[in-house]
């Protein structure tokens, strides 16, 4: 997939929650500064959540048991790139959504998974609800299960009708919007009577509270 947008891994050198000159040059924007909540809201909220969400050590993080509800940002994106890093607590369950529609009055969407493939239960349900899967609709191709405590590099790409899953540094997942394939994995799942789900629309991007302690930093995103 050609995206003019692409980025290389983090390779320690770098500040984190930063942009490096060749990022700002292809229109990378930052999306967690480091710092604060800026440029977040709660879900169907016009602020950011007082609670659950905190930034510690650089990384923006949901308290375990905290509450706040899920994030999403001000702004929202139809064609783009989206890389952050991750990690999660010992048992954790969380995700990344995105084709949000606020006025589902629900936060269904498309669901990077992210979770403890090894010891959270959902995980054992298969593919289709471990680290990286479209979450109940699709699983991905990984080389293990996903650890907690480790950092992991992630990315979504979406362009045109195309969406690709990225797992650290290796496509683990691609499919096409509307298509029978992808039609007939919905009707398979959780979302099957969920209207205008597997379309595209303009969207922010969402970070989950499933209730689980879990870390994001250098999250970012380039529009294509």
């Known amino acids: 997939m050609a995206t003019g947008c692409s980025s290389l891994p983090d390779d320690g050198t770098s500040a984190l929650n930063s942009l490096r000159p060749t990022e700002l040059a292809k229109g990378w924007e930052l999306l967690f500064d480091g710092s604060s ?31 706040g509800g899920d994030l999403i940002t001000r702004k929202v994106f139809t064609n783009f790139q989206l890389n952050f890093e ?18 589902r ?6 669901e990077y998974q992210l979770i403890d493939d090894r010891t959270h239960p ?9 680290t990286a899967a479209l979450y109940d609709v699709l699983g991905a191709v990984k080389y293990g299960p996903t650890l907690p405590a480790v950092v992991h590099q992630s990315r979504i790409t979406v362009y045109g009708r195309k969406v690709e ?19 007939a994995a919905k009707a ?3 979302f099957r009577d969920v209207l205008g789900w597997g379309t595209k629309f303009p ?3 969402l970070l989950q509270d499933h209730g689980d302690e879990i870390w994001f930093r250098n999250v970012k995103i380039c529009p294509l």
């Open 188 to 190: 398979q799942s959780k």
């Open 37 to 67: 909540l800026a440029g977040w809201r709660g879900f169907g909220k016009p602020e950011a959540p007082s609670q659950g969400w905190v930034v510690e050590d650089g990384w923006l993080k949901h308290q375990a048991g905290g509450g």
């Open 165 to 183: 899953h990225w797992l650290d540094g290796d496509r683990v997942l691609s499919y096409e919007l509307e298509s029978p394939w992808l039609m």
């Open 122 to 130: 959902d995980a054992a349900h298969g593919p289709k609800r471990q």
């Open 86 to 103: 991750w990690r999660i607590a010992a048992g954790g369950n969380s995700g990344v959504k995105y084709f949000i529609d606020e006025q």
């Open 203 to 205: 969207t922010p991007i």
């Open 105 to 110: 009055r629900s936060p269904i969407g498309h």
